[in-house]
């Protein structure tokens, strides 16, 4: 039997699409992880379902490439919302619910299969400070440490190493940030994510976690911030009283592109 899919990326963080509203998929985790396997399957670091809501526009559902359901993922956001538009579903404003709420998408310019999206993520009200590190949820949990340069970094094995460390075991594991300063309201980063357990292009998460920490740790007057990750470029605005930890209007804006679309044979995952 086949199925209809797309695939979406945003800034090199790409995703299996699959509409959900009118065929319910199963997706057990033997099958995710297969269409997500590279070579093997479609290839890909997650896939959302979208489905739909009795209270908004749809519902995202995100599950890692390992096939496990997930946190909230901010490019997978942006990307659904284009998806979303695609599928003719609202207008230039969209509301859906993720994991951890609802969130509200605005489409700042669509133009065939790509666009940029300003996406409103959950308020983040504490922020754990360590001596090596900070960590905070921005919808998924993060860990983020400064570096001199990210270039440098093994994130590969010292990014497995700190999210299946026994300081993090409680957590569920984390995802790992290594963030560098490269001027006052401009970060560049590299991120291992838990679920795909390897480096990714980009993470919105971890992009929108890198810049409150560096409002908070060094910058308390910067609440803009260009994020530049291997992927491209996001951007990441906040509200924020001096002298908390709490962050209001969190709004990370990137790209998101279709890439292509097409049919698989359920019976083959």
Do not use: W
Not at 41 to 65: C, H, K, Q, V, W
Not at 122 to 134: F, G, K, M, S
């Amino acid at each position: 039997m086949g199925r209809k899919f797309s695939k979406y990326h945003g800034a090199g963080n790409d995703f299996v699409m699959i509409d959900g509203r009118t065929e319910p998929f199963d997706a057990t985790p033997e099958r995710v992880a297969a269409l997500c396997r590279r070579r093997t399957g479609i290839g890909a670091d997650g896939l959302m379902i979208l489905e739909s809501d009795p209270a908004e526009e749809f519902r995202m559902r995100y599950f890692n490439a390992d096939g496990g359901e997930a946190t909230m993922c901010g490019n997978g956001g942006r990307c659904i919302a284009l998806f979303a538009h695609h599928l003719g579903i609202g207008g230039m404003r969209k509301r859906f619910i993720g994991v951890d709420g609802p969130h509200t998408a605005e489409l700042l310019r669509v133009e065939g299969p790509e666009g940029e999206i300003r996406l409103g993520m959950i308020d983040v009200r504490r922020v754990e400070v360590h001596p090596e590190y900070l960590f905070l949820d921005t919808g998924s949990p993060h860990y983020v440490e400064f570096v001199e340069s990210v270039r440098g970094v093994d994130v590969a094995g010292r990014g497995a190493a700190i999210r299946h460390s026994a300081a993090f075991a409680a957590r569920g594991g984390t995802n790992v940030n290594f963030v560098e300063i490269v001027s006052d309201g401009h970060i560049r980063i590299r991120t291992f994510e838990r679920g795909v357990e390897a480096e990714t292009l980009a993470c919105g998460t971890g992009a929108t976690a890198a810049a409150i920490v560096a409002n908070f740790a060094l910058q308390p007057r910067t609440v803009r911030y260009a994020v530049s990750v291997p992927g491209g470029e996001l951007a990441v605005r906040f509200s924020h009283e001096p002298g908390t930890q709490t962050y209001t209007d969190i709004r990370l804006t990137g790209p998101a592109r279709r890439v292509f679309g097409g049919v698989f044979d359920s019976e083959n995952f």
